[in-house]
């Protein structure tokens, strides 16, 4: 399986992951950018993505994935590049922070973290990011849950 259609099972994942209620996932806009993103167990992952992006398949790891969008001249939601760094506290204010990778392909741009959590562990994720171009500091702040198999 090549890089490309790897990454097209990744995308497809993620979307099936929202739509099945497997994960948490949501949006906020900032006039011109808005920024996505999407809480899951890394579980949900085939061994054979997980190994291909180089990420840990475990119960007690889950995954963060964050874009960055803004509208094309159609009015379609198109990502950009940029940075993504943040942190992540649980219920009892342990902060961690979250070493975001960059993943690209073709016009999907996408940025992936992993991170430990005790099953039913109300965690809260404090994401920043910056789009390519924009001086400005994009700032989101939620909540999520995961459970077990």
Do not use: C
């Not at 009892?92 to 992993?114: H, N, P, S, W």
Request: proline letters at 4%; a positive charge; zero cysteines.
């Amino acid at each position: 399986m090549n890089i490309r259609s790897v990454t097209r099972v990744i995308a497809l994942t993620f979307g099936l992951l929202l739509m099945a209620g497997q994960s948490h996932g949501g949006e906020k806009n900032f006039g011109d950018y808005q920024i996505h993103w999407s809480v899951f167990p890394s579980t949900m992952l085939t061994p054979e993505v997980a190994k291909a992006n180089n990420l840990q398949r475990s119960k007690s790891i889950g995954v963060v994935n964050i874009s960055i969008m803004t509208d094309n001249e159609h009015s379609q939601p198109q990502p950009v590049g940029g940075q993504v760094e943040g942190q992540v506290a649980n219920d009892i204010q342990q902060v961690k922070f979250l070493a975001f990778r960059r993943i690209q392909e073709g016009d999907a741009v996408y940025f992936i973290a992993q991170y430990q959590y005790r099953p039913a562990e109300l965690m809260t994720f404090n994401i920043t990011a910056r789009p390519t171009g924009h001086r400005q500091d994009l700032k989101v702040r939620f909540a999520h849950s995961l459970f077990n198999d």
